[in-house]
């Protein structure tokens, strides 16, 4: 799982060594600025993506003071508002109790607040919690082409720091891999009852598994990943995806033996690699136009 990117408006207090060793342990990598202008800045650059936002509701600080003068530079409606825009955020506090100002404007966002000397724990469930439940979000193109569930439940596996069952010991991927792919030959509009296209039915004609009479979609994917394969229009790296997926998963003993390898963890880039493999031909399907596609 790649760390989830957090960052953090706060004072710079003692408590933030302590509360960034706690989140890189649940895989949230945090970052802070002490500027409201500074943090508004990152939130909107395009280098960086940060998947959530901690704002520290008794920020306040006194900007300037070197010029004589006493502007504050506090959280309000209006930052929230206008900077924070689609960035989740949370509000937290590493005091014991909140100030007028503050219990103010929590009053008016109606949000919880976090206390994080303790509550740090309950924060990164919640912050894990709806990372997952953005992933459909953070896929939209995928997920908005392959309509079919299971893919949500492998891109949670890809996104998971589950120590129990980790990803690089999931024997159950490659099966998972197999059943999107079905998907896609079967559901999918870009190959349901298409017929296979004279020239690639000539090369693939002899193959053991090959029925001459069916569609595409009926295909057995070991003869879907050859027909795929001899296509003019894919690209090399979809043909290989598909390939890589198709080989890993069918019924023999190559597919024994990689079982083997995720459970002995002899293999252990296997399964992300596969899932990555998927998504590479979900995107580029995704990419198309289903009216005019042809093999």
């Known amino acids: ?21 706690k989140a890189s342990d649940n895989y949230i990598m945090v970052e802070t600025c002490q500027s409201i202008a500074k943090c508004a800045e990152m939130l909107s650059s395009q280098h960086s ?31 929230i508002n206008n900077k924070v825009k689609g960035t989740p955020y949370y509000l937290v506090t590493d005091g014991e109790k909140l100030s007028r100002s503050a219990n103010t404007l929590v009053k008016l966002i109606k949000k919880k607040v976090y206390y994080l000397k303790k509550e740090a724990d309950l924060l990164f469930q919640r912050i894990k919690l709806d990372y997952e439940q953005l992933i459909p979000v953070r896929y939209e193109k995928i997920c908005r082409f392959c309509q079919y569930p299971g893919l949500i439940d492998l891109l949670k596996i890809l996104e998971s720091n589950d120590k129990k069952e980790p990803i690089e010991r999931n024997s159950k991927i490659p099966n998972q891999v197999r059943i999107v792919l ?77 079982n083997k390898a995720i459970l002995a963890g002899s293999a252990p880039y296997v399964t992300r690699s596969l899932i990555y493999e998927l998504l590479n031909i979900l995107y580029w399907c995704a990419s198309l136009d289903e009216k005019t596609f042809e093999l």
């Open 182 to 258: 079905e998907w896609l030959k079967k559901d999918s509009l870009l190959f349901k009852g298409k017929a296979i296209p004279a020239y690639i039915q000539l090369k693939i004609e002899k193959e053991k598994d090959y029925k001459k009479e069916m569609p595409i979609d009926e295909q057995p994917l070991n003869i879907f990943s050859k027909i795929v394969g001899h296509s003019s229009i894919v690209p090399v790296y979809v043909k290989r995806s598909i390939y890589a997926c198709t080989s890993t998963n069918q019924p023999g003993s190559h597919y024994t033996d990689i």
């Open 49 to 79: 993506k940060w998947h959530v936002l901690l704002l520290n509701i008794d920020y306040e600080i006194k900007e300037g003071r070197l010029k004589g003068t006493r502007k504050t530079n506090s959280i309000d409606i209006d930052f």
């Open 1 to 21: 799982m790649d760390k989830i990117k957090v960052l953090w408006m706060n004072n710079g207090d003692e408590s933030l060594h302590t509360f960034s060793l």
